[in-house]
C-alpha cells in the first residue's frame, strides 16, 4: 500500500515511524513532515490544511490510505473530501471531529447521553456570560468555544480574573472567531489521565492509558501547553477504571454520534479528570495525543497499520492490539520561550548520540533540515526524547540520559516527566 500521514509533529513522527514497520506498507509519504520524518518517509510540500493540494496528490500519486495526524484538516473536513474521492481516510468526518473543534457541540453530546463532565453554559454575548461566572462563583473556567491551538482554555482563580477572559475572548477577540463563542464549566480537581480508543463508528477497541504533562514548569507549575512529556502505561487508570470509561463516557458517545447520523470513525483520546466522583471527561480530541503517541507508538507491538484500516471499514472488533509490558516515557525538548515566542532556526547536534542510548528513540516535533544539511529547531515544541524500560524510573533515567547528549543552548525541557507515578514507587 503506498500510505501518506498529514502533518509535520512529533505525532506524526511516531507514526511514520510505527508505520514504516508494516509489512503492509510499500510506501511512505508525509505531509509535509519534518527532518526527523525524512529519514522514514518521503516528505512531501504540502501543508497539512490544504485539502485541495492534498486532494491532488492523493489523485497524481494512487495513494491507497490516508493518516491524518493533526485536529485541523479533521475539522475542516479533509476526511469527507477524500473519502468522496474513494481514497481511504483514517479520521472522523468533519461532522464527528466536531467532538474537538467545537466545546458546545462537544458538552451538549455528554448533556444528551448522560456523559459525565463539568457542568457548563454556552454563550455568545459577555453580559450573560459574565452572569454566570458570578452566579457560579470561582474557580471557574472558560473555555473558546473553537480550536484555539492548546491556548483557549483559562482557569480563573476569582470572579475579576474569569471577568477579563471574557472580554479577552469576547470583546477583543484574542482567539479570533474560535471565542465568538464561550463554554464556562466548573472547576473540576483530580489526576488527569488520557485514554484512547481506536473506534468505527460502532465499537471500540482500547489502545493503552498515558499521562501528559500540560503545564511548562516543573512540579505542574506555569502556563499551559501542548504538552511536556508523557509516560504509558498511566497506571491511575486502573483495569478496573478503564472499564468504567469505556462503559460511562467513551461507548455512550460512540453510540450517541452514531444515533446522531455523525458516526465516529478514528482514534477518540478522552482527556479525563479522575474526581473523588469518578471519571469525568475534561474534553475530547478527535486525533492522537501530542505527546503521547509517541509512547503509546514505542510501546504498541502489533502492526498499527491493519488496525487503522479496520476502524475505516467497520470492522475493529475483529482486532487485537498486542503491547510491550514496559513503561515509555518521552520528554519533549522546546525552544526557549515557549509557549511564548521563540526563536527558530538554531542548529542541533547530538542527536545521533542521543538515539545510540539504550530504548531511545528521538522523535522530531518542529524540525527541518538546512541549507547545509544541519537539522534546525523550526517551533515550539521541537524533539521528543522518547524511552522504554521495564520500569519508569529507568524509562526516565534513559530518556534524561538521551537529552544530556544533544547539543541545543536554545532549548529546555522539563526535568521531571513522570514525577507523580515515580513519587507513588
Ligand atoms: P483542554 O485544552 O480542554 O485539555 O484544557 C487544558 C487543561 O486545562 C486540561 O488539561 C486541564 O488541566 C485544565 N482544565 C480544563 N477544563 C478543566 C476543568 N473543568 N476543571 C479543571 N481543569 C480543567
Ligand atoms: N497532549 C495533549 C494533546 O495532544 O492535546
Known amino acids: 500500500m503506498k500510505v501518506l500521514v498529514i502533518g509535520s509533529g512529533g505525532r506524526e513522527h511516531a507514526l511514520c515511524w510505527s508505520l514504516a514497520k508494516s509489512p503492509l506498507c510499500s510506501e511512505l509519504y508525509c505531509a509535509p513532515g519534518n527532518a526527523g520524518i525524512a529519514s522514514v518517509a518521503t516528505c512531501v510540500a504540502i501543508g497539512a490544511d490544504d485539502l485541495e493540494a492534498i486532494a491532488n496528490y492523493c489523485g497524481e500519486n494512487k495513494i491507497d490510505f490516508v493518516v491524518v495526524g493533526p485536529e485541523g484538516p479533521l475539522v475542516l473536513g479533509l476526511v469527507d473530501r477524500l473519502t468522496a474521492l474513494g481514497v ?17 457541540f462537544m458538552k451538549d453530546i455528554c448533556a444528551k447521553y448522560g456523559i459525565p463532565t463539568a457542568a457548563y453554559g454556552r454563550f455568545r454575548d459577555p453580559a450573560s456570560a459574565k452572569d454566570f461566572i458570578r452566579t457560579q462563583g470561582a474557580p471557574i473556567v472558560v473555555k473558546t468555544d473553537g480550536l484555539a491551538a492548546g491556548k483557549g482554555v483559562i482557569i480563573a482563580e476569582t470572579i475579576e480574573e474569569a471577568e477579563q477572559a471574557v472580554d479577552a475572548a469576547m470583546t477583543d477577540a484574542v482567539f479570533g472567531e474560535a471565542g465568538a463563542e464561550l463554554v464556562i464549566e466548573e472547576f473540576m480537581t483530580g489526576e488527569e489521565a488520557s485514554f484512547f480508543v481506536l473506534t468505527d463508528g460502532v465499537s471500540a477497541l482500547a489502545l493503552a492509558s498515558a499521562q501528559d504533562h500540560k503545564r511548562v514548569g516543573e512540579g505542574d507549575t506555569g502556563l499551559n501547553t501542548g504538552g511536556m512529556g508523557a509516560y504509558s502505561p498511566a ?191
Open 88 to 104: 481511504k481516510t483514517f479520521g472522523p468526518s468533519a461532522a464527528a471531529a466536531a467532538l474537538e473543534g467545537s466545546k458546545g
Open 235 to 425: 497506571p491511575v487508570l486502573t483495569a478496573e477504571m478503564e472499564q468504567r470509561v469505556l462503559e460511562e463516557i467513551v461507548q455512550p458517545t460512540i453510540d450517541g454520534l452514531h444515533s446522531e447520523g455523525k458516526p465516529f470513525r478514528g482514534v477518540l483520546f478522552a482527556g479525563l479528570m479522575l474526581t473523588a466522583e469518578g471519571p469525568k471527561l475534561i474534553e475530547y480530541n478527535v486525533r492522537f495525543g501530542d505527546p503521547e503517541c509517541q509512547v503509546l507508538m514505542l510501546r504498541l507491538q502489533s502492526d498499527l497499520l491493519p488496525a487503522l484500516i479496520a476502524a475505516c471499514d467497520g470492522n475493529i472488533d475483529q482486532v487485537k492490539l498486542q503491547w510491550h509490558d514496559e513503561t515509555a516515557l518521552t520528554v519533549v525538548m522546546a525552544a526557549q520561550g515557549y509557549p511564548g515566542s521563540y526563536a527558530k532556526g538554531d542548529a542541533i547536534g547530538g542527536l545521533s548520540a542521543a538515539g545510540s542510548e539504550e530504548g531511545v528513540v528521538v522523535f522530531h516535533a518542529g524540525t527541518k533540515i538546512g541549507e547545509d544539511g544541519a537539522v534546525l529547531a523550526n517551533g515550539g515544541r521541537v524533539l521528543n526524547v522518547t524511552a522504554k524500560a521495564p520500569a519508569i524510573a529507568a524509562a526516565q533515567g534513559r530518556a534524561y540520559a538521551a537529552v544530556d547528549r544533544i547539543d541545543w543552548p536554545g532549548g529546555f525541557c522539563r526535568r521531571d516527566i513522570g514525577w507523580r507515578e515515580i513519587k507513588r514507587g
